[in-house]
């Protein structure tokens, strides 16, 4: 039994079920050398052992195609190829054993692939090789154990958006150790995929989110002064209309203290003056001031002496 698989690398295998076999082989000699232990001779022992190890040698080796593809995104335009093109290189060899009829095809996925690009090296130069274009790709009549085909193209994205975009498929065909293989679904064709964090969308997003964040903070200043001119407007406005009450309090103070300079100078000849200027300090200073309790607790007794003209003694 024999079957196609893709390795852990990406690399496109093709394996024989050699385990299977091996432990089938073992399997039924151990069988039958518990069968026929207790008749087995010493003797036979040793070729029994030799006849194993020839079974298990003879069982095929395995096969597998060698691929790995690598890709780089042209974001710049730094090349000489036209736009903003997908460099692709495609590396292929035999593995242990000769490959022949060898079919290699190119399919568009995300991008478009440029079949004018193609270009193609061999090493060692000068091997046996054929290497002949189809329509969708190559072909290559044998592929010898230790030689290296490397296959080189373009292809232009249809969008830049995806972080990481599907360029294409490539699918294997090839008859190695006497078995055909062909691309299934439990073989699919290798995927070329394409880092486009670099592309012009991205650098684009890249500045606008940054633009974003700085305009979000540049908001937030502009907020927290505005505020601070408001709080320090407000405070001088608070400050001035105190300062204007001091002022509008002292005014009123002195005036009615000269007021009160006058009525004392009436008063001293005269008692309704006196008795006026009374009431106007008690209607000034309150009802509830201690002055004017202690000077209305007996009127008579805290009344200056006056001469005959009605003025103080």
Not at 156 to 163: A, E, G, M, N, V
Not at 250 to 263: A, S, V
Request: overall charge neutral.
């Amino acid at each position: 039994m024999r079957s196609l698989g893709v390795n852990r690398t990406g690399k496109l295998c093709t394996v024989y079920r050699s385990e299977l076999e091996i432990t089938k082989v073992i399997s039924i000699s151990l069988s039958f050398f518990r069968a026929y232990k207790s008749t087995m001779k010493k003797t036979w022992l040793p070729a029994f052992i030799v006849l194993l190890c020839f079974a298990v040698m003879a069982l095929p080796v395995s096969a597998a195609i060698q691929q790995s593809i690598t890709t780089s995104f042209d974001a710049q335009g730094k090349t000489s190829a036209f736009g903003e093109e997908i460099a692709s290189t495609l590396v292929i060899s035999a593995g242990d054993s000769d490959i022949k009829d060898l079919m290699i095809n190119f399919h568009d996925a995300d991008a478009f692939i440029d079949y004018n690009s193609f270009k193609k090296e061999i090493n060692p130069a000068g091997a046996s090789v054929n290497i002949t274009p189809t329509a969708n790709g190559f072909s290559i009549d044998s592929l010898p154990k230790g030689v290296v085909v490397t296959i080189t193209f373009n292809a232009y994205p249809k969008t830049i958006q995806p972080d990481v975009l599907h360029v294409a498929d490539i699918g294997f065909s090839y008859t190695q150790l006497g078995q055909r293989f062909e691309p299934s679904t439990a073989t699919p064709a290798l995927p070329v995929s394409v880092d486009l964090k670099s592309s012009a969308y991205h650098s684009y997003e890249n500045t606008r989110g940054e633009i974003e964040r700085n305009s979000i903070g540049l908001y937030i200043g502009a907020i927290m002064a505005l505020a601070a001119i408001i709080a320090f407007a407000i405070m001088f406005i608070k400050k001035r209309e105190y300062s204007q009450e001091i002022i509008r309090t002292q005014e009123k103070k002195n005036q009615l203290l000269g007021e009160i300079y006058h009525k004392v100078e009436l008063a001293e000849n005269n008692a309704a003056e006196y008795d006026s200027l009374k009431k106007k300090l008690r209607d000034e200073m309150g009802s509830g001031s201690t002055m004017v309790k202690t000077a209305s607790g007996d009127n008579d007794a805290k009344k200056p002496p006056r001469d005959t003209t009605g003025g103080f003694e």
